[in-house]
T-cell receptor, first 114, second 113 residues
């Protein structure tokens, strides 16, 4: 069975601080996909990134960066120089399994205060 | 802009009164999903369609049904809503076939009185 663990329930930072969100996954599949989604207070989940299991390159997109390490089954997400607009719940997800299902982590609430 | 649209955004119903939530997409994606999300929880998959192939999650109550009459539309029917069904219902789509990222609609907030 697939499993995603986001151990951090909530992270509070002051604007301009960096914040790293941890994601640890479990799967027996050799081919799989990992994702990060952002859910702001408005409620709509927004896709941020997809990473394939065979591509361990880290990625940077503006203030966002992702560190994928198969050796530790982790796919961590860093927001550099955080802003108030980054306040949201961030979900890490894994899938799809053979049934087409995705496993979401419990989510990490990020609170950025001015 | 291509998008996922959900109607209504807010739905209030009475205990036991059937309700239908709708989702439409202009992305021409093969896969459509329905999730239920309760406060401070992760989205929980109810069903998904790969084209017309319907996949029901084992723990989705029989009270929940779904229809996908064509590529663009998908409906969630709750036959007899209970108080425990009050939640945000999220529709999502994906291309499938190696491009599995999901694009979500804004959700329908269901209140059961």
């Amino acid at each position: 069975a697939q499993k995603v663990t986001q151990a951090q329930t909530e992270i509070s930072v002051v604007e301009k601080e960096d914040v790293t969100l941890d994601c640890v996954y479990e799967t027996r599949d050799t081919t799989y996909y990992l994702f990060w989604y952002k859910q702001p207070p408005s409620g709509e989940l927004v896709f941020l990134i997809r990473r394939n299991s065979f591509d361990e390159q880290n990625e940077i997109s503006g203030r966002y960066s992702w560190n994928f390490q198969k050796s530790t089954s982790s796919f961590n997400f860093t927001i550099t120089a955080s802003q108030v607009v980054d306040s949201a719940v961030y979900f890490c997800a894994l899938g799809p399994d053979s049934w087409g299902k995705f496993q979401f982590g419990a989510g990490t609430q990020v609170v950025v205060t001015p | 802009d291509a998008m996922v649209i959900q109607n209504p955004r807010y739905q209030v119903t009475q205990f036991g009164k059937p309700v239908t939530l709708s989702c439409s997409q202009t992305l021409n994606h093969n896969v459509m999903y329905w999730y239920q999300q309760k406060s401070s929880q992760a989205p929980k998959l109810l069903f998904h369609y790969y084209d017309k192939d319907f996949n029901n999650e084992a723990d989705t109550p029989d009270n929940f049904q779904s229809r996908r009459p064509n590529t663009s539309f998908c409906f969630l029917d709750i036959r007899s809503p209970g108080l425990g069904d009050a939640a945000m219902y999220l529709c999502a789509t994906s291309k499938g076939q190696g491009e599995h990222e999901q694009f979500f609609g804004p959700g329908t907030r269901l209140t059961v009185l």
